[in-house]
């Protein structure tokens, strides 16, 4: 079965450039972080791992150094006949980032035996690119691959495609740096083929997509449309079946609901009435008491009247006695 080389080459700045226009643009710190499995930048390994450092510092090291590397690099300027040091500019591309991997499933493959093959890659990049500040290894991904960083105060100046592009400029036509950039990154290609892949057996060019006549094609796309159309109207048709059941549902729900809190009202209702009938009868029955107690205390009061006025009446009559006995009485 025929295996294929795969390398990618890539330069990054410490800030994303203002001129930027995507709001995703990746920093140097992105990618060490990514390479040094800060979990925040590297959610899509499934099972994160540490990487194995093969030459330089470790990637935590070199994002924590980078500025320190960077002063090395500052560029002379004479400035009213004085020489100074210009910093490199937070928008400058610093960092040339390359990826080399190996075409074997990580689970399938004897790190041992691959190795030199990792090895001659780091190799190719120093020579290509000059001095290697940091290589590691990822085993955690699909395919064995590791990460080599180069940094330079102008890291475009080493990236063979945007060499080509800036001698290739110009205004007047576009389509001919863009056509440089793929030709260097093609040649680019075919070296490290010639270098390091080659003595192990891998392919250089991948498998490439099937062309096909124009009228096949559009049948071809037709087909595509067809079976896209039948497969969303057989989701609509499913999500609407779902939507209906779903409805169905909560109208059985609310109903049963309903029911209850009618059910309860009705009860509560007629337990509220009678209590109602109760209190009034209480109510009733305790105002009649009440007109009676009051009957009564009029009596009352009337035969304390009466009383004290039998008091009266028998103390005259004693008055009247004892004045009769002085007056008559025996002597």
Not at 91 to 112: E, F, K, N, T
Request: aromatic share 10%.
């Amino acid at each position: 079965m025929a295996r294929f080389q795969f390398s990618h080459i890539e330069t990054y700045a410490r800030t994303a450039s203002t001129l930027s226009k995507s709001s995703s643009v990746k920093t140097c710190y992105d990618i060490l972080a990514e390479a040094s499995r800060v979990y925040e930048h590297s959610r899509h390994v499934m099972s994160p791992s540490p990487p194995e450092l093969l030459d330089g510092i470790t990637t935590q090291e070199l994002a924590e150094n980078l500025n320190l590397l960077l002063e090395n690099e500052a560029t002379e300027v004479v400035l009213d006949g004085k020489a100074k040091k210009r910093a490199v500019r937070k928008d400058a591309h610093v960092l040339l980032a390359a990826v080399y991997s190996y075409p074997s499933q990580s689970q399938m493959c004897d790190l041992d035996e691959i190795r030199p093959f990792f090895m001659d890659c780091i190799e190719f990049h120093r020579e290509k690119f000059g001095c290697v500040q940091s290589a590691v290894l990822h085993t955690d991904e699909q395919y064995l691959h590791i990460h080599v960083y180069t940094v330079s105060n102008n890291a475009r100046k080493l990236h063979p495609g945007h060499i080509a592009k800036k001698l290739n400029k110009s205004e007047a036509s576009s389509i001919k740096s863009s056509v440089a950039y793929k030709n260097a990154m093609r040649a680019f290609q075919d070296d490290f083929h010639q270098s390091v892949s080659h003595k192990y057996g891998l392919e250089r060019i991948g498998p490439m997509r099937k062309r096909i006549q124009s009228e096949l094609y559009q049948i071809a796309k037709q087909a595509k449309a067809s079976e896209l159309a039948e497969w969303f109207e057989n989701e609509t048709i499913k999500k609407k079946k779902k939507l209906q059941e779903k409805t169905e549902r909560l109208k059985q729900f609310y109903d049963e609901k309903r029911f209850e809190i009618e059910s309860e009202y009705e009860q509560f209702k007629e337990t509220n009435d009678v209590s109602l009938q109760e209190l009034q009868e209480k109510t009733q029955l305790a105002e009649t008491e009440y007109e009676d107690l009051m009957n009564q205390r009029e009596l009352i009061f009337d035969i304390l009247i009466k009383n004290q006025e039998l008091i009266s009446e028998n103390e005259n009559y004693k008055k009247r006695l004892h004045e009769y006995e002085e007056d008559y009485g025996p002597r």
